[in-house]
């Protein structure tokens, strides 16, 4: 084994691990490629037709993105749309994961925090925003008096975790949007903080958190602040100024409100 295949082998082993595979199956490895292929079943001799063949019928297309919308706008209440998360088989992400990462704090809030995508932390406690990232936020949030046992509820647009914490997919984005927009309805904040570029695309259409950063606009009928992701201000401490300026005009607004 080459030194590139030594490593990318370790790596996908590491890949596993991460997903939670902590046994081997067998106690030896199975090549399959020297398996060979099971031999045809004896296909039965097929009874003659009396009317004309009719054309075969094409496998039902489903929309992704219209079957979360039917989902999501069937939940009456957050209980109902955690479980329509749970039960949507679209997204390859689900499979990857550990747990859904619905949300956490206090459903109601005044103030709804949305983020992209769990982590690694996140995906195992099923929480958003415990890792690191997470602990900024909470230092950020109590510098104004907020916290997410009190006053914050927080959410991500994906409610599970991509791959080696790889930029979600605009498809993924797409079908989780009904999903968010539901959750935003039935959570009621009055304002949302959106936090990072994946964030205002799915929910305001666009990119470009430096330009986006710190200006109220609407989102979902609400007064919405675009601000730095907190993983963007612990690469880039000298951001976390302008991020001092979004949280003392989210605490005014707050205030004035
Ligand atoms: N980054 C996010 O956007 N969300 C989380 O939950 C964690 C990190």
Known sequence: MDSVEYHSAVAALAWQIELGVDECIADAPVNRYDVPPPAPKPVAAAPLARSAPTAPVPMAEVDPVAVARVAAEAAQDLDGLRAALAAYE????????????FSDGVPGAR???????????EDREGRPFVGRAGQLLDKMLAAIGLDRDRSVYITNVLPWRPPQNRDPKPEEIAMMEPFLHRHIALAAPEVLVIVG???CQALLGKRGITRLRGDWVEAQGKPALPMFHPAYLLRNPAAKKDAWADLLSLKARLRDG
């Open 111 to 121: 103030v709804m925090i949305v983020g992209e995508a769990p982590g690694r932390d």
């Open 197 to 199: 570029n994946h964030s």
């Open 90 to 101: 679209h997204c390859e992400l689900k499979r990857g994961a550990r747990n859904l990462v």
